[in-house]
Protein backbone atom coordinates (compact mmCIF):
# COMPACT_ATOMS: atom_id res chain seq x y z
CA UNK A 1 0.00 0.00 0.00
CA UNK A 2 2.62 2.66 -0.07
CA UNK A 3 4.01 2.11 3.05
CA UNK A 4 7.77 0.48 3.71
CA UNK A 5 6.93 -2.51 5.64
CA UNK A 6 9.95 -2.05 7.71
CA UNK A 7 9.09 1.15 9.10
CA UNK A 8 5.60 0.64 9.53
CA UNK A 9 6.44 -2.38 12.11
CA UNK A 10 9.10 0.05 13.81
CA UNK A 11 6.59 2.29 14.15
CA UNK A 12 4.18 -0.50 16.14
CA UNK A 13 6.87 -1.30 18.02
CA UNK A 14 7.09 2.18 19.76
CA UNK A 15 3.74 1.78 21.06
CA UNK A 16 5.62 -0.25 23.96
CA UNK A 17 9.32 0.26 23.32
CA UNK A 18 9.08 4.54 22.81
CA UNK A 19 11.79 5.81 20.82
CA UNK A 20 14.42 2.64 21.61
CA UNK A 21 12.56 1.34 18.27
CA UNK A 22 13.53 4.02 16.06
CA UNK A 23 16.06 3.48 13.89
CA UNK A 24 17.31 4.22 10.19
CA UNK A 25 17.18 1.70 8.61
CA UNK A 26 14.74 0.20 10.99
CA UNK A 27 16.60 -2.76 12.81
CA UNK A 28 15.79 -6.20 13.03
CA UNK A 29 14.77 -5.83 16.87
CA UNK A 30 12.65 -3.42 15.87
CA UNK A 31 10.47 -5.46 13.80
CA UNK A 32 10.13 -8.43 15.31
CA UNK A 33 9.01 -6.34 18.24
CA UNK A 34 6.48 -4.61 16.54
CA UNK A 35 5.50 -8.04 15.20
CA UNK A 36 5.31 -9.72 18.41
CA UNK A 37 3.44 -7.01 19.58
CA UNK A 38 0.95 -6.57 16.83
CA UNK A 39 0.36 -10.58 17.51
CA UNK A 40 -0.43 -9.96 21.14
CA UNK A 41 -3.16 -7.38 20.58
CA UNK A 42 -4.47 -9.35 17.35
CA UNK A 43 -5.26 -12.32 19.97
CA UNK A 44 -6.02 -10.38 22.47
CA UNK A 45 -9.05 -9.02 20.60
CA UNK A 46 -9.82 -12.28 19.25
CA UNK A 47 -10.43 -13.15 22.90
CA UNK A 48 -12.66 -10.33 23.52
CA UNK A 49 -14.78 -11.77 21.33
CA UNK A 50 -14.35 -15.27 21.60
CA UNK A 51 -14.12 -14.75 25.04
CA UNK A 52 -15.53 -11.67 27.19
CA UNK A 53 -18.04 -11.59 24.91
CA UNK A 54 -18.70 -15.24 24.79
CA UNK A 55 -21.88 -15.46 26.71
CA UNK A 56 -23.49 -13.95 22.92
CA UNK A 57 -20.71 -15.06 20.52
CA UNK A 58 -19.72 -18.42 21.61
CA UNK A 59 -22.35 -20.40 19.68
CA UNK A 60 -22.88 -17.71 16.97
CA UNK A 61 -22.89 -19.87 13.52
CA UNK A 62 -19.84 -19.14 11.32
CA UNK A 63 -21.81 -17.06 8.61
CA UNK A 64 -23.26 -14.76 11.48
CA UNK A 65 -19.35 -14.04 12.71
CA UNK A 66 -18.95 -13.49 9.05
CA UNK A 67 -21.10 -10.99 9.36
CA UNK A 68 -20.10 -9.49 12.31
CA UNK A 69 -16.32 -9.31 11.21
CA UNK A 70 -16.43 -5.83 9.26
CA UNK A 71 -17.93 -4.03 12.62
CA UNK A 72 -16.14 -5.86 14.78
CA UNK A 73 -12.53 -4.67 12.63
CA UNK A 74 -13.90 -0.74 12.64
CA UNK A 75 -14.58 -0.99 16.17
CA UNK A 76 -11.09 -2.71 17.51
CA UNK A 77 -8.89 -0.75 15.28
CA UNK A 78 -10.74 2.30 16.26
CA UNK A 79 -10.16 1.74 19.76
CA UNK A 80 -6.58 1.05 18.81
CA UNK A 81 -6.47 4.63 16.79
CA UNK A 82 -8.48 7.11 18.64
CA UNK A 83 -8.30 5.55 22.36
CA UNK A 84 -5.80 2.70 23.64
CA UNK A 85 -2.63 3.84 21.46
CA UNK A 86 -2.12 7.78 21.75
CA UNK A 87 -4.56 7.83 25.38
CA UNK A 88 -5.22 5.27 27.49
CA UNK A 89 -3.00 2.99 28.52
CA UNK A 90 0.09 3.46 26.65
CA UNK A 91 -0.17 7.56 26.03
CA UNK A 92 2.20 7.21 22.52
CA UNK A 93 1.15 9.55 19.95
CA UNK A 94 3.63 8.62 16.99
CA UNK A 95 1.52 6.02 16.12
CA UNK A 96 -1.92 7.40 15.37
CA UNK A 97 -0.43 10.57 13.79
CA UNK A 98 2.37 8.57 11.58
CA UNK A 99 -0.30 5.99 10.46
CA UNK A 100 -3.57 6.96 8.32
CA UNK A 101 -6.35 4.80 10.31
CA UNK A 102 -7.37 2.99 7.50
CA UNK A 103 -4.55 0.98 7.69
CA UNK A 104 -5.00 -0.26 10.80
CA UNK A 105 -8.66 -1.17 9.13
CA UNK A 106 -7.78 -3.06 6.92
CA UNK A 107 -5.55 -5.18 9.26
CA UNK A 108 -8.25 -5.72 11.36
CA UNK A 109 -10.42 -6.85 8.77
CA UNK A 110 -8.25 -8.99 7.79
CA UNK A 111 -8.14 -10.85 11.15
CA UNK A 112 -11.49 -10.53 11.88
CA UNK A 113 -12.51 -12.48 8.17
CA UNK A 114 -10.56 -14.73 9.76
CA UNK A 115 -13.02 -15.25 12.94
CA UNK A 116 -15.71 -18.14 11.28
CA UNK A 117 -13.29 -20.72 11.17
CA UNK A 118 -12.61 -20.02 15.09
CA UNK A 119 -16.17 -22.29 15.11
CA UNK A 120 -14.34 -25.32 14.29
CA UNK A 121 -12.67 -25.32 17.84
CA UNK A 122 -15.89 -26.23 19.24
CA UNK A 123 -17.10 -29.09 16.48
CA UNK A 124 -15.17 -31.99 18.65
CA UNK A 125 -18.28 -31.36 21.14
CA UNK A 126 -21.05 -32.36 18.35
CA UNK A 127 -21.75 -28.54 17.48
CA UNK A 128 -21.05 -28.78 14.08
CA UNK A 129 -24.12 -28.97 11.48
CA UNK A 130 -23.61 -29.76 7.92
CA UNK A 131 -24.44 -26.89 6.33
CA UNK A 132 -21.93 -25.14 8.70
CA UNK A 133 -19.00 -27.31 7.32
CA UNK A 134 -19.75 -26.66 4.09
CA UNK A 135 -19.30 -22.90 4.87
CA UNK A 136 -16.25 -22.83 6.48
CA UNK A 137 -14.39 -25.34 4.04
CA UNK A 138 -15.55 -22.71 1.24
CA UNK A 139 -14.00 -20.02 3.41
CA UNK A 140 -10.96 -21.72 4.14
CA UNK A 141 -10.46 -22.24 0.60
CA UNK A 142 -11.06 -19.23 -0.86
CA UNK A 143 -9.00 -17.40 2.01
CA UNK A 144 -6.06 -20.27 0.80
CA UNK A 145 -6.52 -18.67 -2.74
CA UNK A 146 -6.44 -15.18 -1.87
CA UNK A 147 -3.41 -15.68 0.42
CA UNK A 148 -1.60 -17.32 -2.63
CA UNK A 149 -2.96 -14.99 -5.14
CA UNK A 150 -0.90 -12.26 -2.94
CA UNK A 151 1.62 -14.20 -2.57
CA UNK A 152 2.05 -14.30 -6.61
CA UNK A 153 2.05 -11.05 -6.50
CA UNK A 154 4.59 -9.84 -4.54
CA UNK A 155 7.45 -12.41 -5.65
CA UNK A 156 6.73 -11.13 -9.01
CA UNK A 157 6.69 -7.49 -7.21
CA UNK A 158 9.60 -8.40 -5.86
CA UNK A 159 11.35 -9.15 -9.43
CA UNK A 160 10.58 -5.79 -10.54
CA UNK A 161 7.77 -7.21 -12.08
CA UNK A 162 4.75 -5.32 -10.71
CA UNK A 163 1.03 -4.97 -12.18
CA UNK A 164 0.95 -2.50 -14.63
CA UNK A 165 0.77 0.88 -14.05
CA UNK A 166 -3.41 1.64 -14.41
CA UNK A 167 -3.90 5.44 -13.85
CA UNK A 168 -5.64 8.19 -16.54
CA UNK A 169 -2.73 10.69 -16.41
CA UNK A 170 0.74 8.85 -17.21
CA UNK A 171 2.57 12.46 -17.44
CA UNK A 172 0.82 13.33 -14.42
CA UNK A 173 1.94 10.32 -12.16
CA UNK A 174 5.35 10.24 -13.46
CA UNK A 175 5.37 14.28 -12.43
CA UNK A 176 4.32 14.04 -9.15
CA UNK A 177 6.74 10.51 -8.51
CA UNK A 178 9.74 12.14 -9.74
CA UNK A 179 8.96 15.96 -7.46
CA UNK A 180 8.17 13.64 -4.54
CA UNK A 181 11.23 11.05 -4.97
CA UNK A 182 13.68 14.72 -5.53
CA UNK A 183 11.38 16.38 -2.28
CA UNK A 184 11.86 13.41 0.04
CA UNK A 185 15.87 13.38 -1.11
CA UNK A 186 15.93 16.73 0.45
CA UNK A 187 14.18 15.86 3.46
CA UNK A 188 16.54 13.23 4.05
CA UNK A 189 19.57 15.76 3.85
CA UNK A 190 17.72 17.36 6.48
CA UNK A 191 16.81 15.19 8.91
CA UNK A 192 20.06 13.38 8.77
CA UNK A 193 21.64 16.79 9.98
CA UNK A 194 18.78 16.75 12.81
CA UNK A 195 19.40 13.30 13.63
CA UNK A 196 23.22 13.96 14.75
CA UNK A 197 22.62 17.61 16.07
CA UNK A 198 19.51 18.16 17.51
CA UNK A 199 19.53 18.85 21.29
CA UNK A 200 15.85 16.87 22.11
CA UNK A 201 16.52 13.58 22.73
CA UNK A 202 13.04 12.87 21.11
CA UNK A 203 13.73 15.15 18.02
CA UNK A 204 16.97 13.78 17.35
CA UNK A 205 14.44 10.40 17.23
CA UNK A 206 12.31 11.77 15.47
CA UNK A 207 14.50 12.84 12.76
CA UNK A 208 15.91 9.26 12.75
CA UNK A 209 11.91 7.95 11.82
CA UNK A 210 11.64 10.52 8.88
CA UNK A 211 15.03 9.39 7.36
CA UNK A 212 13.52 5.61 7.29
CA UNK A 213 10.01 6.86 6.35
CA UNK A 214 11.24 8.93 3.43
CA UNK A 215 14.33 6.42 2.61
CA UNK A 216 11.46 3.73 2.32
CA UNK A 217 9.20 5.46 0.49
CA UNK A 218 11.73 6.74 -2.37
CA UNK A 219 12.85 3.01 -2.73
CA UNK A 220 9.45 2.12 -3.25
CA UNK A 221 8.79 5.11 -5.93
CA UNK A 222 12.39 3.84 -7.71
CA UNK A 223 10.86 -0.09 -7.77
CA UNK A 224 7.12 1.17 -9.08
CA UNK A 225 9.28 3.33 -11.96
CA UNK A 226 11.63 1.13 -12.60
CA UNK A 227 8.44 -1.20 -13.08
CA UNK A 228 5.86 0.65 -14.95
CA UNK A 229 8.20 2.30 -17.18
CA UNK A 230 11.30 0.45 -17.64
CA UNK A 231 13.76 3.13 -16.86
CA UNK A 232 15.11 4.49 -14.04
CA UNK A 233 13.66 7.28 -12.24
CA UNK A 234 14.83 10.58 -13.98
CA UNK A 235 16.06 13.06 -11.38
CA UNK A 236 14.55 17.05 -11.03
CA UNK A 237 16.11 19.56 -13.15
CA UNK A 238 17.16 23.00 -10.77
CA UNK A 239 14.08 24.96 -12.45
CA UNK A 240 11.49 22.33 -11.11
CA UNK A 241 12.68 22.14 -7.82
CA UNK A 242 12.60 25.65 -7.34
CA UNK A 243 8.99 25.68 -8.03
CA UNK A 244 8.27 22.84 -5.86
CA UNK A 245 6.17 23.81 -3.38
CA UNK A 246 8.42 24.10 0.37
CA UNK A 247 11.78 22.67 -1.23
CA UNK A 248 14.54 24.52 0.55
CA UNK A 249 17.08 27.35 -1.65
CA UNK A 250 20.85 26.09 -0.75
CA UNK A 251 21.16 29.24 1.09
CA UNK A 252 17.95 27.29 3.72
CA UNK A 253 19.95 24.52 4.13
CA UNK A 254 22.93 25.81 4.83
CA UNK A 255 21.29 27.73 7.59
CA UNK A 256 20.27 24.85 9.18
CA UNK A 257 23.39 23.14 8.66
CA UNK A 258 25.11 26.10 10.19
CA UNK A 259 22.78 26.64 13.00
CA UNK A 260 24.53 27.28 16.79
CA UNK A 261 24.09 24.23 18.78
CA UNK A 262 21.99 25.95 21.15
CA UNK A 263 19.26 27.33 18.33
CA UNK A 264 19.63 24.18 15.84
CA UNK A 265 16.42 22.31 17.17
CA UNK A 266 14.39 25.60 16.75
CA UNK A 267 16.20 26.16 13.40
CA UNK A 268 15.04 22.67 11.74
CA UNK A 269 11.77 22.48 13.74
CA UNK A 270 10.63 26.23 11.67
CA UNK A 271 12.63 24.52 8.14
CA UNK A 272 10.94 21.01 8.52
CA UNK A 273 7.53 21.77 9.61
CA UNK A 274 7.48 24.20 5.55
CA UNK A 275 9.45 21.40 4.07
CA UNK A 276 6.49 19.01 4.92
CA UNK A 277 4.19 21.42 4.49
CA UNK A 278 5.03 21.68 0.86
CA UNK A 279 5.29 17.42 0.51
CA UNK A 280 1.26 17.68 2.06
CA UNK A 281 0.56 20.06 -0.88
CA UNK A 282 1.94 17.59 -3.45
CA UNK A 283 0.69 14.89 -2.18
CA UNK A 284 -2.72 15.80 -1.52
CA UNK A 285 -2.88 17.02 -5.46
CA UNK A 286 -2.45 13.71 -6.23
CA UNK A 287 -4.50 11.71 -3.98
CA UNK A 288 -7.18 13.93 -5.34
CA UNK A 289 -6.37 13.07 -8.73
CA UNK A 290 -6.82 10.02 -11.51
CA UNK A 291 -3.61 8.50 -10.77
CA UNK A 292 -2.85 4.93 -10.06
CA UNK A 293 -4.87 4.07 -7.13
CA UNK A 294 -1.52 2.84 -5.30
CA UNK A 295 0.24 5.97 -5.66
CA UNK A 296 -3.05 8.00 -4.70
CA UNK A 297 -2.63 5.43 -1.31
CA UNK A 298 0.87 5.92 -0.93
CA UNK A 299 0.23 10.00 -0.96
CA UNK A 300 -2.43 9.88 1.22
CA UNK A 301 -0.08 7.67 3.80
CA UNK A 302 2.64 10.21 2.64
CA UNK A 303 0.36 13.35 3.78
CA UNK A 304 -0.72 11.87 7.04
CA UNK A 305 2.52 11.02 8.15
CA UNK A 306 4.39 14.65 7.35
CA UNK A 307 1.62 16.49 8.67
CA UNK A 308 1.71 13.87 12.00
CA UNK A 309 5.87 14.96 11.93
CA UNK A 310 4.52 18.26 12.06
CA UNK A 311 2.38 17.82 15.05
CA UNK A 312 5.24 15.57 16.74
CA UNK A 313 7.89 17.82 16.07
CA UNK A 314 5.73 20.70 18.04
CA UNK A 315 5.04 18.09 20.68
CA UNK A 316 1.66 17.34 20.69
CA UNK A 317 0.12 14.80 22.43
CA UNK A 318 -2.82 13.07 23.92
CA UNK A 319 -6.04 14.28 23.02
CA UNK A 320 -4.65 16.89 20.75
CA UNK A 321 -2.69 14.55 18.55
CA UNK A 322 -6.24 12.31 18.22
CA UNK A 323 -7.67 15.62 16.82
CA UNK A 324 -4.47 16.53 14.72
CA UNK A 325 -4.79 12.97 13.39
CA UNK A 326 -8.14 13.24 12.26
CA UNK A 327 -8.16 16.48 10.79
CA UNK A 328 -4.75 15.36 8.90
CA UNK A 329 -6.66 12.12 7.30
CA UNK A 330 -9.42 13.70 6.82
CA UNK A 331 -8.48 17.47 5.34
CA UNK A 332 -7.93 18.65 2.05
CA UNK A 333 -4.67 20.92 2.01
CA UNK A 334 -4.33 21.35 -1.77
CA UNK A 335 -4.72 25.11 -1.51
Known amino acids: MGRDAGVDWMTVATIPARDWALSSPPSWSAILTGIAFHQWADFSWAVVFFGVLGRWTADLRPAVILLLALPWAIFSSGMEWFVLVPLFPFWQPLFTLQQPYWIGLLVHASSALVYPLFARLRWARGAATERDVR ?3 AWLAGA ?19 PPWIGADRDADQTYMR ?26 KLAVLMVASQTGENKILEHWWLS ?11 EERA ?8 AEIRLVKLAAP ?27 S ?3 PRLRAMAHAIR ?23 RNMLGNNVN
Do not use: N
Not at 182 to 187: L, N, Y
Not at 243 to 250: D, E, I, S, V
Not at 271 to 282: E, F, I, L, N, T
Open 243 to 250: AMPGFLTP
Open 262 to 288: EQFDAVFVEMMSRHHRGAVKMADQMWH
Open 304 to 326: HEQQGEIALMHGESGIAAVVSAT
Open 228 to 238: WFDTSLPDCSS
Open 290 to 292: HGD
Open 179 to 204: HIATHHAQGIELARSAARRAQDPHLR
Open 135 to 137: FTD
Open 144 to 162: LVLLAALGIIALFGSQGRE
